[in-house]
């Protein structure tokens, strides 16, 4: 028993042994300078833990719905009815106000009233969405329906070209203001939100005037052929509420 080094004194009998206890207090009374290196340790941790916070989460921007939305087609291979069915669907369901579409070949335009059944079958399940008016419709009660606007190639540049005759022949003072009315009267006006879909670098013609505060997203097609998923019409839609609109300020 008694070759049995000091440091293995605790694998001895509970009669004659140091406890494992009594054996590291012996250690740290010989290695002061290991009592304090765990003192340190300790108290850094506790600093650490003390000074940590979580990096606050960032928020994603809040969806901001545009009032008037426009869809321009570049590319004569994407326009379908049944895009235009599912973008006004998707349009009453996230309350935009307004809608317009423009194709320069007037594809829509000669088809509106396949357009307008289509759209009837469509809804006729749905009787507690809100209505939809077209141009030349009017309801003076219907304050909450979706107004929807086809223009063609005739309501392009030549639109703006119009109304500066009307002026002139007029005895109307020729200004900004004015010239707005004029479109005004032709359900051109200023859209919110601009999507351009086709590869063509140009809005095919698409009335210049009423550009200048609006914002502007192009896509070559839609994600499926000839139909708008809710899932994308949302991502144009948080695009757009990306945007730092600051309307020419």
């Not at 223009?151 to 030549?158: E, H, I, T, W, Y």
């Not at 139909?227 to 994308?232: A, F, G, I, P, S």
């Amino acid at each position: 028993m008694d070759g049995l080094g000091a440091s293995h004194c605790y694998l001895r009998g509970p009669s004659d042994s140091l406890t494992v206890v009594e054996h590291c207090d012996k250690k740290l009374e010989t290695s002061p300078i290991l009592f304090v290196n765990y003192i340190f340790g300790f108290l850094l941790l506790l600093r650490t833990l003390l000074v940590f916070q979580p990096m606050p989460k960032k928020e994603s921007p809040k969806l901001v719905i545009p009032k008037h939305m426009a869809v321009v087609f570049t590319d004569d291979a994407h326009v379908y009815l049944s895009c235009l069915i599912d973008i006004i669907a998707h349009s009453v369901f996230y309350g935009i106000e307004k809608l317009t579409f423009f194709d320069p070949w007037c594809i829509l335009e000669s088809r509106k009233y396949e357009i307008i059944a289509e759209l009837r079958k469509f809804f006729e399940s749905r009787p507690n969405q809100r209505r939809i008016l077209f141009n030349e419709e009017s309801d003076g009660e219907a304050t909450k329906a979706l107004r929807v606007t086809i223009l063609g190639s005739n309501d392009g540049r030549a639109s703006l070209v119009r109304a500066c005759k009307q002026l002139c022949h007029s005895t109307e003072e020729v200004s900004i203001a004015s010239v707005y009315e004029k479109l005004a009267t032709e359900h051109i006006q200023d859209p919110d939100f601009l999507l351009k879909v086709g590869n063509l670098n140009s809005l095919a013609g698409y009335p210049p005037w009423n550009l200048r505060i609006t914002e502007l997203l192009s896509i070559s097609s839609f994600e499926v052929q000839n139909r708008v998923q809710d899932y994308e019409f949302l991502r144009f839609l948080q695009a757009y509420s990306s945007r730092d609109r600051r309307i020419g300020k």
